[in-house]
């Protein structure tokens, strides 16, 4: 016998008024069997309290933080050791390339777990995940896309190096993402669009770790891990502190852009609700 969402808000209020409570409600097996679907649609109450509450204050804050890490990238952090690098004021644009790396493969998780909740629930809170998971890695993905060869074309001489497996398995999930966000403004929507397209998502989140790996099993030019602190990959204690700026900049600016697009797709479906209600009411 599984709860019920109001079973659930009463174990869930009752444990935290009274750890005792919590304790006695786990071995009675209160939490053990709570319907799965009624947490999903409690999570859901809570993100549509404060989703409208924190989009604006996240994003702008974190867009910010990305101007503030320009700003400490290009007239603070120091300049990398010549020798060892072909062009080194260039590699300051890596102070944003990094953090639209790490926020990309945010949204792609994101998109990969909305996927597993619409198929295993049909949570309408999953789609979304899918939908703005998409958006936002095909945000970031092109992110890293222009400035990847911007840095190359003056690092290796090239823009495009065919033959190392981190930057096209990275361009294979751009592309994934761009397929999705296409075929949701081109499709009609429905339970088989949606089903197709988030098997579409949770096959392609299979390259998000075969990307991020590249660079250790297969490294050719591309960088490897420059966060270790090895003889390799170690960087200066200055260049760390702006890129740790801008990956807390660009996580803040992710969850955001998470919420403002989760009030813009909430209003989207207000609208078309409006407008089906208009039109019959027309008919009449």
């Given at each position: ?44 109450d ?25 700003l ?8 990398v ?7 080194p004021e ?21 998109l ?8 295993a ?7 979304s995940?899918?939908?703005i998971g998409?958006?936002l890695g095909l ?25 190392d ?17 296409m075929?949701?403004?081109?499709q009609p ?16 989140f299979v ?27 170690g960087?200066d ?13 660009f996580?803040?600016l ?12 909430n209003l ?17």
């Amino acid at each position: 016998m599984y709860y019920s969402q109001s079973n659930l808000r009463a174990c869930l209020a009752n444990s935290s008024n009274d750890s005792r409570f919590l304790t006695d409600s786990i071995h009675d097996g209160c939490f053990d069997r709570i319907d799965m679907k009624a947490a999903v649609e409690v999570l859901t109450d809570v993100w549509e309290g404060i989703h409208q509450k924190i989009a604006i204050p996240l994003t702008s804050a974190g867009i910010i933080g990305a101007v503030i890490t320009v700003l400490l990238g290009f007239f603070w952090a120091p300049l990398v050791d010549p020798i060892a690098w072909n062009a080194p004021e260039a590699y300051r644009i890596l102070f944003w390339h990094v953090p639209f790396a790490w926020t990309s493969f945010m949204s792609y998780s994101l998109l990969f777990l909305g996927a597993i909740l619409w198929y295993a629930m049909r949570s309408e809170l999953g789609w979304s995940m899918v939908l703005i998971g998409s958006e936002l890695g095909l945000l970031f993905g092109l992110g890293v896309i222009i400035s990847g060869p911007i840095w190359g074309s003056v690092e290796w001489g090239v823009f495009w190096d065919w033959g190392d497996v981190r930057l096209n398995t990275y361009a294979l999930l751009t592309g994934v993402a761009l397929f999705l966000v296409m075929s949701v403004r081109s499709q009609p929507d429905g339970e088989e669009t949606r089903d197709t397209l988030a098997a579409v998502g949770l096959f392609g989140f299979v390259l998000v770790p075969i990307t991020a790996v590249a660079t250790t099993l297969w490294r050719n030019r591309h960088p490897g891990a420059i966060l270790r602190n090895t003889e390799e990959s170690g960087i200066d204690p200055d260049i760390r502190i702006v890129l740790y700026i801008g990956a807390l900049s660009f996580m803040v600016l992710f969850f955001g852009l998470v919420a403002l697009n989760y009030s813009i797709h909430n209003l989207r479906e207000e609208i078309a609700g409006r407008k089906i209600i208009t039109d019959k009411e027309d008919l009449i």
